[in-house]
């Protein structure tokens, strides 16, 4: 069955930079968009970055120019490389893909983002 495993996640100081990684297996990794969300503490879950198999990128506003999506098809994983981060990007970060008409949820990752 789809399994997504996501780590990387911490505590980081703003201005600090982060690497969270999704570790996948059930599925054809390559054929799949692939794709970031968050959800903050009493907020909505929401979309973050997506990549295509041709590792065309998109990401939401907030985090445009400070994060960057990418995919490794050899090793199944999907990584998120998170700069400049800022208190408001405090959340539990979350990989997804969708398989089978299904969406597919990791556990999460909690990255903190305090002085």
């Known amino acids: 069955q789809v399994q997504l495993v996501e780590s990387g996640g911490g505590l980081v100081q703003p201005g600090g930079s982060l690497r969270l990684s999704c570790a996948t297996s059930?599925?054809?990794?390559?054929?799949?968009?692939m794709q970031w969300f968050r959800q903050a503490p009493g907020k909505e879950r929401e979309f973050v970055a997506t990549?295509?198999?041709?590792?065309?990128?998109n990401y939401a506003d907030s985090v445009k120019g400070r994060f960057s999506i990418s995919r490794d098809n050899a090793r199944n994983t999907v990584s998120l490389q998170m700069n400049s981060l800022k208190p408001e990007d405090t959340a539990v970060y979350y990989c997804?893909?969708?398989?089978?008409?299904?969406?597919?949820w990791g556990k999460g990752t909690l990255v903190t983002v305090s002085s």
């Open positions: 997804s893909v969708v398989n089978s008409g299904m969406r597919h």
């Open positions: 990549i295509t198999p041709r590792e065309i990128t």
């Open positions: 059930g599925f054809t990794f390559s054929s799949y968009i």
